[in-house]
């Protein structure tokens, strides 16, 4: 018997902070933007690292590079066949710590959760190195104030990511359209030419520079 009284709905006390409370359908675009950030960023950096590398190692390890790109794409091949399965089995979502909690036990997940951790830090410390080597290339004047370019990335970077997940896809949804249009650009651009830049033959009437006798 209610004795008149209305029902009510049990609310929370504290209110839901930004990202909490309902799911909320991310799309393909946006879930590109969310959630591959990490692989995407790593074709910035991860060739010219690979390239460096292997330079340091000497000129003829420079033809392992080949061998080197089928096996990342392998991984990421194996990545993504990875991915489907897990989605397969929990249709309704899930990171890796639920993942591996619901399939593997409490000593997996934790082991998930702190690769995820350590991954999630060193992207977002190479990313913001090679961003601002990237940006200081473009615009010398920024040479001197790499670390002051970093810290500013990381506190948009924070501040976008504590909006939650559906909010933080739809900010870096352009700027993830942007990237990959110029990488394919970048791409298309190399196959177009028949030798890179630096190694345009002289112009006719030119002498080259013969280094002098000491």
Known sequence: MAYGLARRELRPRV????GEGEKHHL????????????ALS????GPEAIVLALVVAGTGALTATLSITLAITFLLAALVVSYGQVIAVHPDGGGAYAVAKADLGATASLLAAASLVVDYVLTVAVSLAAGADALASAFPAFAHDKLVVCLIGLALLAAVNLRGVSDSARVLMLPTVLFIVAILGVIVLGLL???PPSSAPPSPGTRP???PRW
């Open 193 to 195: 030419r028949s030798r």
């Open 27 to 38: 799309t393909s675009l946006e879930g590109l933007a969310a959630l591959s950030l990490d």
């Open 15 to 18: 209110p839901l902070r930004p």
């Open 42 to 45: 790593s074709v910035a950096y």
């Open 209 to 211: 520079r013969r280094c």
